[in-house]
């Protein structure tokens, strides 16, 4: 006992983890092993070689001698042993193979496993005959995967020849396969080809890998096409189980041809016309991508080899094909997507993985590819030397890029190695992570070291890949060797073309022009432009982004705080992308109030501002222009109060105190304006954002509103004879609280005379007023006017523009009609003389909730209105199921029925009394008018239908009630609405089914069917 733990303790002090078990195991093995010791230590997992090891001589004993004796098969068999505890079980069950590894290289791997099948390697088509064929094929292919491994691990082939070979070896056992399979089916009448893609087409397969193949077959000449088909699908077939079946030497390795034509769901084999009829037809931008990497690999080469020609040239075109980069980067965004919850520690997959390296590469191989065939390279790393070489990527990109996919690969090889089995993910035990350490000849500290190399290297790759796969443009952004080859301007246009640019020509001018130069200002701009430009790039539009950041850029550019506040805080550069690429509104409201930039740094910033915060800001612009001496107006009532909550105000007076011509209310103005400009920008990036919904939307802009009239109004008034009281009354969208980026102001106005004071004074003094608010407010200015449309007055624009309130009561009470009824449920104080604002809400009360409802004759009329509305209004050549106003279940419908309801309820249920569309269905079904999921349906269409709108004029900057028939305008569209790039069609289809639902209720509720 007492040599053993001394045994134990001098193991341990070797370097064994587990000294007291490998004592153990050197006792059982009846052998003195201290000459193997010392080297058995060097490897990357001792304990486990040791195991295997002492196993091995149990199976073989002259195996010892043997590895005394030969140094290089000692080193070899022991690094095989450290790492792969997999294969050390399979030299135990065979360890005939040991002798394998002292030999510097083994023959033809083709010939050797198809004689190990028992078929003729000489033979065109060879034919197994032997015995036991699929475990003779796994015993043979584990045999040379053994002697690769340890020239691998020995670092006597570096990682670009293991790959080949393992590629070669995958070629070599599909041979086989396919000859097992020929023992079982006739194939006299057909001819197949086998051929590679992914990484076995590349030629740089992992040790543990899916191979991915496409089988191309003809029928030899004078059979029949059908008949040849069906027997090359059971070759194919055969072949496949020849690999994938279990065995007592388990399985080789899945077959996988999931890439071929219509995938899973297309016939297995295809005749060579079949596949490019289909490419040329239905093919989409991916499979191009995938059939890059294909290479004839087994079966009939000749046919192999047409197959890979005919390809190629399509191969090589793809990038022209319309939405290629937004194809490729959504094709990467689901393979992001599907990463599981472990994918910050996936080689593969993850974050700085392998696949990030893979997609840049062949995104800019084929981008440039079709014009540079000497980029047109199957495997990563020679097609990453190819386009550093062309100058396509700096020099220190490519070699930063090459080292990280290096190292990713060796640690996925060690990975798959230990235990044979496909794996990509970093395992988080510490004697794992020690093994792989040392087998990368890290000993201080392999644990440590290993983790800080791994998370280098792949924070080096992400980065890599961001700049590459993204960024348009190298040559304006960064400062090459000037031994290095710069892009062409041929090359140049092409990648911005590839990445989205519609006009790269004129994006390389704007790139130029902010980027050259020795200013600091400029060399701001070029650390910025590559993060920029790759943020642009993903955005619905990409040109207007790069021209909106040079218009702004050029306005700020000399501003100190500008540049640093990009460059410093990332979530404002990144905003400012994101707004400037999907809203040429919001660009425009930028461009004139381009210290709006600052607020994009926070949600917070982003907040809808308090109606009284504006109103009290609004009132201060006004005042600074406004005499000595001259009181600005009172704050309008906070819309979510009604008129009768409102709490006691001053009133409004045409006139005031104010000396005629007095103070500059077009200055003033201005200011309001200008207030106005940063609010609106304020609401539209909250919404592209999502921060606020449809709902928040339309009572942000309705307050916006009313702030801009009641501040226009006290500037209207500085000129005014102070003879009477004025209001603004607000009408449809605006009085609903519900309006849009493109809406007009719908207003009436209303005015009182003061004491002793003649109504034809008044009633000029009133217009006087009227026509200045609508004068100041149309006067030139740089962002969205506020139009005022007062034609819903009374007898509309043949009617006098202002009224007293006693001339509008004597007008409702004998010739109002139904429809103004129905205008004035929209009706609500908006500006001015509050009391007055409270007297004619409380006077049209009685004409829009009349106590008795309506007649069966007053609905009648309505419903035809309606109807005459929907023939009449709706503009030539427009398509009704696409009008998201007038069209079935647009906002036309869903704001009748709930008005409808109105007219009909709310004489006695004062719930129902609310100037707002989805209030008042929510408040019907509170009273039991209304079903709630009839409710539902009509506020998702009414929903969908307002952001279709709002959506539309942030977009293309001018309004538009139509959902585009253009298929680009309808996917920027899609893409605000956040929709997926290629979510066009889903946008349209679920709109078309929302709006469906919509009119199926408004017919049932609206018009009794």
Same mark, same amino acid.
């Given at each position: 006992?007492?040599?053993?733990?001394?045994?134990?303790?001098?193991?341990?002090?070797?370097?064994?983890?587990?000294?007291?078990?490998?004592?153990?195991?050197?006792?059982?093995?009846?052998?003195?092993?201290?000459?193997?010791?010392? !080297?058995?230590?060097?490897?990357?997992?001792?304990?486990?070689?040791?195991?295997?090891?002492?196993?091995?001589?149990?199976?073989?004993?002259?195996?010892?001698?043997?590895?005394?004796?030969?140094?290089?098969?000692?080193? %070899?068999?022991?690094?095989?042993?450290?790492?792969?505890?997999?294969?050390?079980?399979?030299?135990?069950?065979?360890?005939?193979?040991?002798?394998?590894?002292?030999?510097?290289?083994?023959?033809?791997?083709?010939?050797?496993?198809?004689?190990?099948?028992?078929?003729?390697?000489?033979?065109?088509?060879?034919?197994?005959?032997?015995?036991?064929?699929?475990?003779?094929?796994?015993?043979? &292919?584990?045999?040379?995967?053994?002697?690769?491994?340890?020239?691998?691990?020995?670092?006597?082939?570096?990682?670009?020849?293991?790959?080949?070979?393992?590629?070669?070896?995958?070629?070599?056992?599909?041979?086989?396969? =396919?000859?097992?399979?020929?023992?079982?089916?006739?194939?006299?009448?057909?001819?197949?080809?086998?051929?590679?893609?992914?990484?076995?087409?590349?030629?740089?397969?992992?040790?543990?890998?899916?191979?991915?193949?496409?089988?191309?077959?003809?029928?030899?000449?004078?059979?029949?096409?059908?008949?040849?088909?069906?027997?090359?699908?059971?070759?194919?077939?055969?072949?496949?189980?020849?690999?994938?079946?279990?065995?007592?030497?388990?399985?080789?390795?899945?077959?996988?041809?999931?890439?071929?034509?219509?995938?899973?769901?297309?016939?297995?084999?295809?005749?060579?016309?079949?596949?490019?009829?289909?490419?040329?037809?239905?093919?989409?931008?991916?499979?191009?991508?995938?059939?890059?990497?294909?290479?004839?690999?087994?079966?009939?080469?000749?046919?192999?080899?047409?197959?890979?020609?005919?390809?190629?040239?399509?191969?090589?075109?793809?990038?022209?094909?319309?939405?290629?980069?937004?194809?490729?980067?959504?094709?990467?965004?689901?393979?992001?997507?599907?990463?599981?919850?472990?994918?910050?520690?996936?080689?593969?997959?993850?974050?700085?993985?392998?696949?990030?390296?893979?997609?840049?590469?062949?995104?800019?191989?084929?981008?440039?590819?079709?014009?540079?065939?000497?980029?047109?390279?199957?495997?990563?790393?020679?097609?990453?030397?190819?386009?550093?070489?062309?100058?396509?990527?700096?020099?220190?990109?490519?070699?930063?890029?090459?080292?990280?996919?290096?190292?990713?690969?060796?640690?996925?090889?060690?990975?798959?190695?230990?235990?044979?089995?496909?794996?990509?993910?970093?395992?988080?035990?510490?004697?794992?992570?020690?093994?792989?350490?040392?087998?990368?000849?890290?000993?201080?500290?392999?644990?440590?070291?290993?983790?800080?190399?791994?998370?280098?290297?792949?924070?080096?790759?992400?980065?890599?890949?961001?700049?590459?796969?993204?960024?348009?443009?190298?040559?304006?952004?960064?400062?090459?060797?000037?031994?290095?080859?710069?892009?062409?301007?041929?090359?140049?246009?092409?990648?911005?073309?590839?990445?989205?640019?519609?006009?790269?020509?004129?994006?390389?001018?704007?790139?130029?022009?902010?980027?050259?130069?020795?200013?600091?200002?400029?060399?701001?701009?070029?650390?910025?432009?590559?993060?920029?430009?790759?943020?642009?790039?993903?955005?619905?539009?990409?040109?207007?982004?790069?021209?909106?950041?040079?218009?702004?850029?050029?306005?700020?550019?000399?501003?100190?705080?500008?540049?640093?506040?990009?460059?410093?805080?990332?979530?404002?550069?990144?905003?400012?992308?994101?707004?400037?690429?999907? !809203?040429?509104?919001?660009?425009?409201?930028?461009?004139?109030?381009?210290?709006?930039?600052?607020?994009?740094?926070?949600?917070?910033?982003?907040?809808?501002?308090?109606?009284?915060?504006?109103?009290?800001?609004?009132?201060?612009?006004?005042?600074?222009?406004?005499?000595?001496?001259?009181?600005?107006?009172?704050?309008?009532?906070?819309?979510?109060?009604?008129?009768?909550?409102?709490?006691?105000?001053?009133?409004?007076?045409?006139?005031?105190?104010?000396?005629?011509?007095?103070?500059?209310?077009?200055?003033?103005?201005?200011?309001?304006?200008?207030?106005?400009?940063?609010?609106?920008?304020?609401?539209?990036?909250?919404?592209?954002?999502?921060?606020?919904?449809?709902?928040?939307?339309?009572?942000?802009?309705?307050?916006?509103?009313?702030?801009?009239?009641?501040?226009?109004?006290?500037?209207?008034?500085?000129?005014?004879?102070?003879?009477?009281?004025?209001?603004?009354?607000?009408?449809?969208?605006?009085?609903?609280?519900?309006?849009?980026?493109?809406?007009?102001?719908?207003?009436?106005?209303?005015?009182?005379?003061?004491?002793?004071?003649?109504?034809?004074?008044?009633?000029?003094?009133?217009?006087?007023?009227?026509?200045?608010?609508?004068? =100041?407010?149309?006067?030139?200015?740089?962002?969205?006017?506020?139009?005022?449309?007062?034609?819903?007055?009374?007898?509309?624009?043949?009617?006098?523009?202002?009224?007293?309130?006693?001339?509008?009561?004597?007008? &409702?009470?004998?010739?109002?009609?139904?429809?103004?009824?129905?205008?004035?449920? %929209?009706?609500?104080?908006?500006?001015?003389?509050?009391?007055?604002?409270?007297?004619?809400?409380?006077?049209?009360?009685?004409?829009?909730?009349?106590?008795?409802?309506?007649?069966?004759?007053?609905?009648?009329?309505?419903?035809?209105?309606?109807?005459?509305?929907?023939?009449?209004?709706?503009?030539?050549?427009?398509?009704?199921?696409?009008?998201?106003?007038?069209?079935?279940?647009?906002?036309?419908?869903?704001?009748?029925?709930?008005?409808?309801?109105?007219?009909? &309820?709310?004489?006695?249920?004062?719930?129902?009394?609310?100037?707002?569309?989805?209030?008042?269905?929510?408040?019907?079904?509170?009273?039991?008018?209304?079903?709630?999921?009839?409710?539902?349906?009509?506020?998702?269409?009414?929903?969908?239908?307002?952001?279709? %709108?709002?959506?539309?004029?942030?977009?293309?900057?001018?309004?538009?009630?139509?959902?585009?028939?253009?298929?680009?305008?309808?996917?920027?569209?899609?893409?605000?609405?956040? &929709?997926?790039?290629?979510?066009?069609?889903?946008?349209?289809?679920?709109?078309?089914?929302?709006?469906?639902?919509?009119?199926?209720?408004?017919?049932?509720?609206?018009?009794?069917?």
């Amino acid at each position: 006992m007492p040599r053993i733990e001394s045994t134990a303790a001098r193991l341990a002090k070797l370097g064994f983890a587990d000294g007291a078990r490998a004592a153990q195991l050197v006792r059982q093995a009846g052998a003195e092993l201290d000459d193997l010791l010392e !080297s058995l230590v060097t490897v990357a997992d001792p304990d486990q070689a040791l195991i295997s090891l002492t196993r091995l001589a149990e199976r073989e004993p002259a195996v010892l001698d043997t590895l005394r004796q030969d140094e290089h098969l000692r080193s %070899r068999l022991l690094a095989v042993l450290g790492v792969s505890a997999a294969l050390g079980e399979h030299l135990v069950r065979h360890p005939g193979q040991v002798a394998l590894l002292a030999r510097p290289e083994l023959g033809d791997a083709r010939a050797e496993l198809l004689c190990a099948v028992g078929a003729d390697p000489d033979d065109p088509e060879p034919r197994a005959t032997g015995e036991n064929t699929l475990v003779a094929l796994r015993v043979a &292919y584990r045999g040379r995967l053994t002697h690769l491994a340890a020239r691998d691990l020995t670092r006597q082939a570096g990682l670009g020849e293991v790959t080949s070979e393992l590629s070669d070896l995958a070629g070599a056992a599909l041979e086989a396969a =396919l000859a097992i399979a020929r023992a079982e089916v006739d194939d006299s009448e057909v001819r197949l080809a086998v051929v590679g893609m992914g990484k076995c087409g590349a030629r740089e397969l992992n040790y543990i890998s899916d191979v991915d193949v496409i089988f191309v077959a003809e029928p030899r000449e004078g059979a029949d096409e059908t008949k040849a088909l069906r027997a090359a699908t059971r070759l194919a077939q055969a072949m496949m189980r020849a690999c994938t079946a279990t065995t007592p030497e388990g399985s080789l390795w899945e077959v996988d041809a999931g890439l071929r034509p219509e995938g899973r769901s297309g016939p297995l084999v295809r005749t060579l016309a079949s596949h490019l009829a289909y490419y040329k037809r239905w093919a989409k931008t991916w499979e191009f991508q995938a059939l890059l990497k294909a290479r004839p690999v087994a079966g009939d080469l000749e046919l192999g080899s047409a197959y890979v020609e005919a390809v190629n040239d399509m191969v090589w075109a793809a990038a022209t094909r319309e939405h290629f980069v937004e194809d490729v980067q959504a094709m990467r965004r689901r393979v992001e997507a599907h990463v599981r919850p472990e994918g910050e520690r996936q080689l593969k997959l993850g974050p700085g993985g392998l696949r990030d390296i893979e997609f840049a590469v062949q995104l800019l191989q084929l981008v440039h590819g079709r014009l540079d065939p000497l980029l047109r390279r199957r495997a990563t790393l020679p097609a990453l030397a190819a386009l550093s070489r062309g100058g396509y990527v700096g020099r220190d990109d490519s070699r930063g890029l090459a080292e990280a996919y290096t190292f990713l690969r060796q640690v996925e090889h060690l990975l798959q190695l230990h235990r044979m089995r496909r794996t990509h993910i970093v395992p988080t035990d510490e004697a794992d992570l020690r093994r792989l350490g040392r087998a990368l000849g890290m000993t201080a500290d392999p644990v440590g070291e290993f983790t800080e190399r791994w998370r280098r290297h792949a924070m080096e790759a992400r980065r890599l890949h961001e700049k590459l796969f993204y960024r348009p443009l190298l040559q304006a952004v960064s400062r090459l060797q000037e031994s290095e080859a710069r892009l062409s301007t041929t090359a140049a246009k092409a990648r911005l073309e590839a990445l989205g640019y519609v006009d790269p020509t004129g994006a390389l001018r704007h790139i130029a022009n902010l980027s050259t130069g020795v200013s600091r200002r400029a060399s701001i701009q070029r650390t910025l432009l590559p993060v920029m430009l790759a943020w642009f790039a993903d955005t619905p539009d990409p040109d207007a982004a790069l021209l909106g950041f040079r218009q702004v850029s050029d306005k700020l550019g000399s501003t100190p705080w500008y540049l640093r506040l990009l460059r410093d805080e990332t979530a404002v550069a990144s905003r400012m992308a994101r707004v400037l690429g999907t !809203s040429r509104y919001a660009t425009g409201l930028l461009m004139h109030a381009p210290d709006a930039v600052a607020m994009l740094g926070s949600d917070a910033e982003l907040a809808v501002r308090p109606q009284e915060s504006l109103l009290s800001e609004a009132s201060a612009a006004v005042s600074r222009h406004v005499p000595t001496g001259t009181p600005t107006q009172s704050p309008a009532q906070s819309p979510a109060q009604s008129p009768a909550q409102s709490p006691a105000q001053s009133p409004a007076q045409a006139g005031d105190t104010a000396p005629a011509n007095g103070g500059d209310p077009e200055t003033a103005v201005a200011a309001v304006r200008a207030l106005r400009r940063k609010e609106l920008f304020r609401t539209a990036v909250a919404d592209i954002f999502g921060l606020i919904d449809i709902e928040t939307v339309g009572h942000a802009l309705s307050s916006l509103s009313d702030v801009t009239l009641q501040a226009a109004l006290d500037a209207a008034l500085v000129r005014a004879r102070n003879v009477t009281s004025f209001a603004i009354i607000a009408l449809g969208r605006l009085g609903g609280m519900e309006s849009s980026y493109a809406s007009d102001a719908d207003v009436m106005f209303v005015h009182s005379p003061l004491p002793g004071v003649e109504e034809r004074e008044a009633t000029d003094a009133a217009y006087a007023v009227a026509n200045e608010l609508r004068r =100041l407010l149309s006067l030139p200015a740089p962002d969205p006017p506020l139009i005022i449309d007062p034609d819903l007055r009374p007898e509309g624009r043949q009617g006098p523009l202002v009224r007293t309130l006693a001339s509008y009561r004597a007008y &409702y009470s004998r010739w109002s009609s139904p429809w103004e009824s129905q205008a004035l449920l %929209r009706a609500r104080f908006s500006a001015g003389d509050a009391a007055l604002g409270r007297e004619f809400v409380a006077m049209i009360d009685d004409l829009r909730y009349p106590q008795d409802g309506l007649h069966d004759d007053a609905v009648r009329e309505i419903r035809r209105l309606k109807a005459r509305m929907e023939a009449e209004r709706l503009p030539r050549g427009a398509d009704p199921a696409l009008h998201t106003k007038l069209g079935p279940g647009g906002l036309s419908d869903v704001e009748w029925v709930a008005q409808l309801l109105q007219l009909r &309820y709310a004489g006695t249920l004062p719930s129902l009394r609310t100037t707002r569309t989805l209030d008042a269905l929510r408040a019907a079904v509170a009273e039991g008018l209304l079903s709630r999921s009839d409710e539902k349906v009509l506020g998702e269409a009414w929903r969908f239908a307002s952001r279709i %709108r709002d959506a539309i004029m942030l977009v293309k900057g001018r309004p538009g009630d139509s959902v585009p028939r253009d298929a680009g305008e309808r996917r920027l569209i899609a893409r605000t609405l956040g &929709y997926p790039p290629d979510g066009s069609e889903d946008f349209l289809d679920d709109y078309r089914r929302v709006t469906r639902r919509a009119r199926r209720v408004v017919d049932r509720v609206f018009y009794g069917a």
